[in-house]
């Protein structure tokens, strides 16, 4: 055992001394570099920046700015809270961060970010679409520019609906009726795909019951899972999930619905982001399918309305350390202006909407983006605190309340048990 | 017999780490007596002066470097508010006790405690059991069924952790798991959806499968290592007195391989009890936090929570524990190199 110990703290020794020179190594022809050249690093996430159009950006920012050299770096949204925290403690930051729109205030209360109020002209604050401000504000300052925004729709299988004698339907009750039917027309298949941890989706039922996630309540918040509405939402979330085998224990990226689950088949609708409709396509076709979607705004309680939508979306951030905030700044400007938007929405089929929505591009009939800008006005997001991004950590207990609830529980309980939690991680800064 | 045993047993004590560790060392010639005089002549042959510290010198400073610096790091750290927004403004208020005192207070704690204990009691009970019998039938086996079975049990243990949790996960998978097509085409109802993961004890049911599945070759190579040099005389003097199975493990080859099994289980246990990846990785400590052990429970305090402070002091008290489990260890070695 001893002699086992010994020779693997040698080995980690060795490997320890190896990493420091290579540390030291890559550090010198950094500051070499920065000597005449700037280099900026830019953290994406995964499946935001199409990579043609992110190299295409960078190519044209580098020839306005000579001697500059743009680094992307794709992450993952895994753990990326822990990531970005880790990262902005270091000397050496990546410059420019893609911020989920629901953690950036949490970053934003410790002092990581750049300031950006000064900066709103050059960046083109005027032409911001104000639904999507409030998630880059923070006590009347500006920490982030807003990116793009996304909302979930549902997307059907046209050939089982058709079968089914189903069409797109308009309300909750409508919508329930279809699955009947579709569960009649093919016991085999699922009328949707709906694992129980979906709380995007249920965030959008409870703004649909008048509910909230959590509300002010003096100058604390206080979790909203424990309310009649609450239970309401949870009610219908429920009813809509008998109609699927998904895990109730599971959100949609475990198996990942788009690309593990759909182009398995025997699904006839599920609720998804432009990006994994374009993700699940891709899958079917490179194992020799066909797909056939389409896609309907998620049904309100009335014709009048569609459902209410959690607004998914990024802003893009400068860390406070960064080496060359100037010049992070200036990218930013460059990649929110309305001619950089324009492609970016091409290069994302209109499945995004723009920080300025003057350069939304027109979606195409019959596509997701379609059906996406139908909801626009009804997007709405997370509350609006630094202490949110603390909620969505993982284990994120309105996860937690929705399998306990779907697993029979009462949504009371469940919903107290929740909110003793959210409220205890919301007040901390 | 019996005083001859009681004196290999003790005579064991100083090699059986070695021996543990296995291969290298030539295992003495098969006779209880000549193994008494063994140790004796060892120390006899180490070599004086300052070249005995000289050699354990870059160990010890690897050791103090990767080890002692973490661990005070880590002490310091337990006695502060360390949280994200500390972490990004470099700021590391001293907060005294209270990341510890907030901890013993907490009922959620002293559940992950006594789970943590009873997971590691089950684990290391089974590992034992398991893997001495495999030692024992590896020692029985004829030369081809004993390297089919080293060879699987080698093959077991170099599994690299992550890789084989998930392939337990895709066994037991709601969906697509081809545990719930065997109990389905078995003809047993209800496993259309089974999610095996659905309550703690399942959960922890699965982890066990795959800590034992893990553990035991280390167990049983070793046991098998120890038992060759149990000398074959002893097994017959038994026979000749009419010992079964049963009595002859009991008063022959348990007391031969004492020290063996001291070691063995202590190690297990510690291994066991700091087991992370296996339960982290297989379900992230839920359902609903309800597989989290010490370990798991530090680490999503800290990383996933963003409370550094609080799991330095969960990781703390983790150790604390561990070195009171091993006092036992010292103890009984101490004990006997006192009767020597």
């Known amino acids: ?429 | 017999m019996t005083v001859d045993s009681q004196g290999t047993a003790t005579a064991g004590s100083q090699d059986a780490p070695g021996r543990a560790a296995g291969k290298s060392q030539t295992p003495p010639p098969p006779s209880g007596a000549k193994e008494a005089l063994q140790p004796s002549r060892g120390r006899r042959s180490l070599p004086g002066g300052l070249l005995p510290y000289l050699l354990v010198t870059p160990a010890l400073l690897s050791m103090a470097v990767l080890l002692l610096y973490p661990l005070i790091s880590n002490l310091i750290l337990s006695f502060q508010s360390v949280n994200r927004r500390e972490l990004i403004r470099r700021e590391t208020p001293w907060i005294g006790f209270d990341n510890y005192t907030e901890l013993l207070g907490n009922s959620e704690f002293w559940t992950v405690v006594l789970r943590s204990v009873a997971f590691t009691a089950a684990n290391v009970a089974l590992i034992m059991a398991i893997g001495t019998g495999i030692g024992l039938l590896l020692n029985r086996l004829g030369k081809k069924m004993r390297l089919v079975l080293s060879l699987a049990l080698a093959f077991a243990w170099a599994m690299p952790i992550v890789a084989s949790v998930t392939v337990f996960q895709w066994l037991f998978d709601e969906q697509f798991g081809v545990a719930n097509w065997l109990m389905r085409t078995l003809g047993f109802s209800g496993y259309e959806q089974h999610n095996w993961f659905e309550t703690g004890f399942s959960t922890f049911v699965i982890i066990t499968a795959l800590v034992v599945w893990g553990s035991v070759p280390f167990v049983a190579l070793n046991m098998y290592a120890g038992l060759t040099t149990v000398g074959t005389e002893l097994y017959e003097a038994a026979r000749m007195d009419g010992a079964n199975g049963w009595r002859t493990f009991w008063s022959v080859v348990f007391p031969n391989l004492k020290p063996f099994f001291m070691i063995t289980t202590f190690l297990e246990i510690i291994w066991v009890f700091k087991a992370f990846t296996q339960v982290y990785a297989m379900n992230q400590g839920g359902p609903d936090r309800a597989t989290e052990t010490l370990p798991v429970f530090a680490y999503i305090e800290g990383m996933s929570q963003q409370h550094y402070g609080v799991a330095a002091a969960i990781s703390i008290l983790t150790i604390v524990m561990l070195l009171v489990a091993m006092s036992f260890y010292f103890r009984l070695i101490l004990k006997q190199e006192d009767e020597q």
């Open chain 1, 1 to 429: 055992m001893k002699r086992k110990l010994i020779a693997a703290i040698g080995v980690a020794g060795m490997m320890v001394s190896i990493a420091a020179c290579g540390g030291s190594d890559s550090g010198d022809k950094k500051d070499k570099a920065e000597g005449g050249n700037k280099s900026l690093t830019v953290w994406v996430m995964d499946g935001s920046a199409p990579k043609e159009w992110i190299d295409g950006v960078n190519k044209e920012f580098e020839a306005a700015h000579p001697g500059t050299k743009v680094n992307v770096e794709v992450q993952q949204w895994t753990d990326i809270q822990t990531k970005v925290t880790t990262a902005l403690s270091e000397d050496t930051p990546p410059d420019v961060l893609e911020l989920g729109n629901t953690q950036t205030t949490g970053y934003a209360v410790t002092g990581g970010l750049a300031d950006l109020s000064g900066d709103k002209d050059k960046l083109g604050y005027n032409n911001w679409s104000k639904g999507m401000l409030p998630s880059a504000e923070l006590d009347g300052k500006l920490y982030a520019a807003p990116w793009w925004a996304a909302s979930r729709v549902v997307i059907y299988d046209k050939a089982a609906y058709k079968k089914a004698g189903v069409t797109p339907p308009k309300t909750r009750g409508e919508w329930i009726d279809g699955l009947k039917k579709l569960k009649a027309a093919d016991a085999k298949s699922q009328p949707i795909y709906l694992p129980g941890q979906s709380w995007y989706v249920l965030a959008g039922f409870l703004w649909d019951e008048g509910g909230e996630l959590a509300v002010k309540d003096g100058d604390k918040w206080k979790g909203g899972l424990a309310t009649p509405q609450a239970a309401a939402a949870m009610n219908f979330y429920k009813e809509l999930q008998s109609y699927s085998t998904a895990p109730k224990d599971k959100d949609e990226a475990t198996p990942q619905q788009s690309v593990d689950v759909v182009p398995k088949g025997g699904v006839a609708s599920w609720i998804g982001l432009g990006w994994e409709a374009g993700g699940a396509i891709a899958a079917i076709e490179k194992a020799g399918g066909k797909s056939d979607f389409g896609y309907f705004p998620i049904p309100g309680k009335t014709a009048d309305k569609p459902g209410s939508v959690f607004f998914g979306g990024s802003n893009l951030a400068v860390a406070e350390r960064s080496k060359n905030q100037e010049l992070a700044k200036e990218w930013l400007a460059f990649v929110t202006n309305k001619k950089q938007l324009e492609s970016y929405g091409t290069a994302n089929k209109g499945g995004i909407i723009p920080v300025d929505t003057s350069a939304q591009v027109t979606p195409e009939a019959g596509s997701f983006a379609e059906a996406m800008v139908k909801v626009a006005e009804v997007g709405r997001i997370t509350p609006i605190t630094g202490g949110w991004a603390n909620v969505e950590t993982e284990p994120n207990p309105i996860k937690g309340y929705m399998t306990k609830v779907l697993k029979g529980e009462d949504p009371q309980k469940a919903g107290e048990e929740a909110d003793k939690v959210i409220a205890e991680r919301i007040n901390q800064q």
